[in-house]
């Protein structure tokens, strides 16, 4: 039988807890009591919670650890296919080849690295992801992670140039979009940056065109369930649309997004994602079988 998949697991909120806990001993922090998420916390306050494990994370061989660990996690878990999405700019103790090398390292072989662009940062910091990305074939894709903020001075569109490279060098392409804000994100991210992948598209149904263009397209949403509930995406797991997107012939998928920060695995979020209303075993099968077909892959 066919493993789970897990295309949407960042680096740096799926830390084993033990792991955690020896590096804030060795760096000399404390853990935060309050460091996991919680049910309608929003999107801004989550993000936040990502500030104190980057702090344990600056170096190559922290990540390089962390790497490591995520493959070992996941293949426990039953995930035969794996991708870890990180932003590597944010790693600030070695240039970005370090860090993206560390993370391969760690990886060997078993996971996709896919590298984040973050929402609101000067778009030649992504073109230079992009770059890195150009020789090292483990990488095999490039995201815009994040949201928008009121202060923001560029938009999805200025990004455009670094996800047009991507798609010249064979880089996968997702975007998160649709987190619980307009549809029309999702419109934008697949028709400017060329998204093969939509993060979290919760919104998605809001307008019957950009469900056309999503399955003209062949485009494939990264469902995180349990965190659309922490971020105040939906209000509850019943509430989820990923029943509703499956039967309308949508390739969507099941993800855990941060395991750590969300204190779930992939086997708990595909349980969650049986007991959403409307969801049958065989649209429960669709939705494994269309992360495996949608995962990222370049050749050497």
Known sequence: MEGLC??????????RTATVAELAAKFGEAVPTNLGFFAGMGLDAAL???????????RPEEVRRIANEICED??????????????????RAAPIPEIVDAALDGAAGRAGIVLCGLWGEPPPVVMELVETARTRPGVTGLDLAGGPSPTCRVDMPDYA????????????????????????????????????RIGHGVTLTDDPTIVDLVLERGVTIEACPTSNVHTSAIGSLSEHPLPRW????IRACINTDNTLLSAVDAVEEHRRARAIPGMT???????IAHGHAAAFSRCA
């Open 6 to 15: 897990d295309l949407h697991r960042h680096l740096d909120g799926s830390l």
């Open 48 to 58: 936040s919670r990502f500030a104190f494990t980057l702090g344990l994370l600056q």
């Open 74 to 91: 996941a293949a426990r878990e039953g995930v035969t296919t794996l991708e870890i999405r990180f932003a590597p700019q944010l790693h």
């Open 161 to 196: 140039p670094a996800f047009t490279r991507a798609r010249e060098l064979g880089l996968g392409r997702t975007v998160h979009a649709a987190e619980g804000r307009s549809a029309e994100e999702i419109r934008v991210a697949i028709t400017v940056l060329f998204a093969q």
């Open 246 to 249: 499956l039967a309308l012939g």
């Open 281 to 287: 075993d065989e649209l429960l099968a669709r939705a």
